[in-house]
């Protein structure tokens, strides 16, 4: 099962700061710190989507609360922009002291320009990825409206953010605008995502250019077409999750991204989430496995028999790959499409010899094998028996031993 393990570190200011490290099944290929927007909280439906997404990747996670913020100690008043950036590396500090020196670092909203900012002062992350960040810091301020006059000439204001009261003074303001994000962004030296919704109205699309812009190669930018700020939907922050461990892999050192040593066995392990919800680990690979929506699965993975499909449709190209290579004939790409359904015995005509002496319901996979190039009438018949050959398929006929055991605790 994946694990989410409450925690606390100190933060920048002395207080304690909560967190939660989500850690995937087995040894993680690299850590990442995730910092969430202003006002927010490291329980944010999104913050915990992306951490979730992130673990089942092979990645854990470290979320926690700014100071004075969800459950840290600490009075909000008291901190500013660059408390929180101070908090983000205090974060990575706790990191490298109990786990390992973050490789990534992701943020979201505000959260996103603390990433930027802190990027270059934790010399082990390779990656940043941003999620409806803005360019500006001094951005935030848009959001206190009237009362930022207050703030101005009184010196402190109370505001209303998300339904909830905050008190702002004019130190946050005079931190905000001393920013320079900017230049922080052109000086990183990491690689960076910027992830950005366009109709985000929060943050607008704009912003995403500035930073895209500021930014040093390696860069690149995914839109997330209909997301809202806070990626409320939870098949955008699934997909913001899937985009970030894809993108961030290249950019690990290679010794952090191994196959568990001596583990030549696929491991399955249920995640926790949803009824039939399972993660797959064969070597360095990690996939899910589940159900339809229609049998009380999440629909997050193929099923059992959609993983035994695509083992003979793989293994079937495969081995007409290698025929065609040896026998120097030109097929293009080839493509295998299988369908899996089980069929009554007595009926199945084109079963072979695999429905003799059998009763009742019987496996049946159709395969169908095409190619981008020609083929003459006399090589169709080749195909079909060179497919015949794959050891997928031939397990499948000659059927196999399964043997059980119940582990013996450690």
Known sequence: MLDSNRISFRGANGHDLAARLDLPAGKPRAYA??????????DLA????????LSEQGIGVLRFDFTGLGHSKGEFANTNFSSNVADLIAAADYLRSNQQA???????????????????????VK???????????????HQFGASLDEVRTSGKADVSLGGRPFSIQQQFVDDAEGQNLKAAIASMKKALLVLHAPTDEVVGIDNAAAIFTAAKHPKSFISLDAADHLLTRPQDAA????????WAARFLPEEEVVADEGVDDVVVTETGAGKFQNIVRSGRHRLLADEPRSVGGLDSGPSPYDYLSIALGACT???LRMYADRKNVDLGRISVSVHHGKVDAAHCEDCEGAAEGREGRIDRFERIISVEGEIAPELRGKLVEIAGKCPVHRTLEAGSAVVTRVAQRK
Request: hydrophobic share 55%.
């Open 33 to 42: 710190l995730f910092a969430h927007c202003f006002t927010c909280s490291k």
């Open 317 to 319: 190209a495969m081995t």
């Open 127 to 141: 990656a940043v990825a941003t999620i409806g960040a803005p360019a500006d810091v001094g951005h935030v301020l």
């Open 46 to 53: 999104a913050a915990r989507r992306i951490a979730k997404g």
């Open 239 to 246: 997909y913001a999750a899937q985009v970030i461990a894809a």
């Open 102 to 124: 973050p490789a990534i670092l992701i943020g979201h909203s505000l959260g996103g320009a603390a990433a930027l900012a802190a990027a270059g002062k934790i010399p082990e």
